[in-house]
Structure formats: C-alpha cells, structure tokens
Nanobody
Framework: QVQLVESGGGLVQPGGSLRLSCAAS????????TGWYRQAPGKQRELVAT???????NYADSVKGRFTISRDNAKNTVYLQMNSLKPEDTAVYYC??????????WGQGTQVTVSS
C-alpha cells in the first residue's frame, strides 16, 4: 500500500557529494519511521540513517558527521545528503519505511559508486 522510489545515485569521486531522494506514494499515513540502508556486494545490508515521525534521527557510526537525513512531509519525500564520500560508501542504497502497526516497505535501490 506504500511505494518507495529512490533517485539520486550515481558515480562520484572520493570527497564528493550526492543527495539521494526517496518519494513515497500510496497510503502513507501512519508511517512512523523512514530511513536508508545500504548493501555492498557480498556484504549484509546495514542501516545508514533513520528519521522518525517526530524528527529524531539515528546514524551509523561510519557516516556520522558526513551524512544527513531529512524529510519533506508535504512532498512525502526523505533525503540523504552524503558529503565527504569514501570508496567504502559504495553500495546499493535502499529506502525503508515502517508503518503502524506491522508494515515495512522497501524501495528498489539506487547505486552509489565512489571511485576515482
């Protein structure tokens, strides 16, 4: 009942920046948490950042100080501003949303490649 579409991925040099967007559509009421996860080849999917309906944020230690998650409720969109990118940030980034009471949704993923 909720669809998530990511955009903004691409190829960037180390030290560069990208901004990912995740647009939600469908029945978006009662979503209490949205966020970003990433998965590198051969590795487990990991949390990058989350933001609750109340505005509380949480970041993986590896991205603190470099990434910022935000949202625009009017546009039903969550963003991930990624600065000072490192090669180890290379992964497929997935948008996630959790909806009361027991629902979870995932986007299709967008590739971020950090390479010189």
């Amino acid at each position: 009942q909720v669809q998530l579409v990511e955009s903004g991925g691409g190829l960037v040099q180390p030290g560069g920046s990208l901004r990912l967007s995740c647009a939600a559509s469908g029945r978006t009421v009662s979503i209490y948490s949205t966020g970003w996860y990433r998965q590198a080849p051969g590795k487990q999917r990991e949390l990058v950042a989350t933001i609750t309906s109340g505005g509380s944020t949480n970041y993986a230690d590896s991205v603190k100080g470099r990434f910022t998650i935000s949202r625009d409720n009017a546009k039903n969109t969550v963003y991930l501003q990624m600065n000072s990118l490192k090669p180890e940030d290379t992964a497929v980034y997935y948008c996630n949303a959790r909806q009361f009471p027991l629902f979870e949704y995932w986007g299709q993923g967008t590739q971020v490649t950090v390479s010189s």
